[in-house]
């Protein structure tokens, strides 16, 4: 098998090799855990503020009421949502296919290194 490890042990030579977030080399795969240039740049010219929205302790005051549900009522209250089932089903699909490019570009890359 190979390695998968962080972009950051690559040296420059190796990271012509990249493809997006995936490199490779002979012996390992390797995925970038640092945001595209592109992205950096954006961030970087941005000056506004950013307000916190997710807060742990806020959420533990929230009053949202717990229910309980067997499979058949969770799986009656998914198919009633007609966008809930939709969308799910859609993302599954689409990371599927994502999946299966992924691993091809993954054995094509490793072939030719």
Do not use: H
């Not at 970038?32 to 806020?58: C, Y």
Request: charged content about 30%; some cysteine.
């Amino acid at each position: 098998g190979n390695i998968v490890k962080s972009m950051r042990a690559l040296d420059e030579k190796q990271k012509k090799n990249c493809v997006g977030l995936l490199c490779w080399n002979n012996s390992a795969i390797y995925f970038s855990d640092l945001p595209s240039p592109a992205l950096l740049e954006k961030l970087q010219g941005m000056n506004d503020a950013v307000e916190r929205k997710l807060v742990p302790d806020a959420a533990d005051k929230v009053d949202i009421p717990k229910i309980s549900l067997s499979e058949k009522e969770f799986r009656w209250m998914l198919n009633e949502d007609a966008m809930a089932t939709e969308k799910l089903a859609e993302g599954i699909r689409k990371f599927a296919a994502d999946t299966v490019k992924l691993e091809d570009t993954i054995r094509a890359k490793l072939a030719s290194a």
